[in-house]
């Protein structure tokens, strides 16, 4: 399986400011097959990205992810209130694996 | 609209067993992969099983297989999780999720959850 670390945990931050999140994965991910998602208090998880890159159905273009390989990176191009939740950056395929999360909080 | 309602959860002590189900609405349930996702309180996302939309295929983590079992009846729009000898660090709120048609392992939607606490 492959072992996803996000960074930084936590990322404290104002409304408007840009959101950078990390998600590095010890063994290269072929055919970029990395997601990210959003979950806030009391929800379940939601889709943003996947192949690395793409929006889901339904997600502002201010959300944008990027990176291939071994390194990804996931964007948030200015925060609205809306935003502040942990993120989680996932390998998926036969055997899923979840990084442990960054939480992006107001500052 | 996808739908994915989870029930079943509820108190169990260390060693029991205990059987989780998810109803489906709104999209054609057979065709689609699903899994079950698990989150300990405070901590983050694991995978726990999938099957494939016929239900001949299964996948499970480590640290559930032999004592979990995935399946799926096509005819109810259900998917069921058979959880047995139960631990401590089983507890978790459990997601029943819909797979991408085309990536496995990729969660599309996710259901609100059900509650499994395993303590005496």
């Known amino acids: 399986e492959i072992v996803l670390t996000q960074s930084p945990g936590t990322l404290s931050l104002s409304p408007g400011e840009r959101a950078t999140l990390s998600c590095r994965a010890r063994q290269s991910v072929s055919n970029n097959y990395l997601a990210w998602y959003q979950q806030k208090p009391g929800q379940a998880p939601r889709l943003l990205i996947y192949g690395a890159s793409s929006r889901a159905t339904g997600i502002p273009d201010r959300f944008s992810g990027s990176g291939s390989g071994t390194d990804f990176t996931l964007t948030i191009r200015r925060l609205e209130p809306e935003d502040f939740a942990v993120y989680y950056c996932?390998?998926?395929?036969?055997?899923?694996?979840f990084g442990q999360g960054t939480k992006v909080e107001i500052k | 609209e996808v739908q994915l309602v989870e029930s079943g959860g509820g108190l169990v002590q260390p060693g029991g067993s205990l059987r989780l189900s998810c109803a489906a609405s709104g999209f054609t349930f057979s065709i689609y992969g699903m899994s079950w996702v698990r989150q300990a309180p405070v901590k983050g996302l694991e995978w726990v099983s999938g099957i494939s939309g016929s239900g001949t295929i299964t996948y499970y983590a480590d640290s559930v297989k032999g004592r979990f079992t995935i399946s799926r009846d096509n005819s109810k729009n259900t998917l069921s999780l058979q959880m047995n000898g139960l631990r401590a660090e089983d507890t978790a709120v459990y997601y029943c999720?819909?797979?991408?048609?085309?990536?496995?392992?990729?969660?599309?939607?996710w259901g609100q959850g059900t509650l499994v606490t395993v303590s005496s």
């Open positions: 996932q390998h998926y395929g036969s055997s899923p694996t």
């Open positions: 999720t819909q797979e991408n048609y085309y990536d496995t392992g990729r969660f599309d939607y």
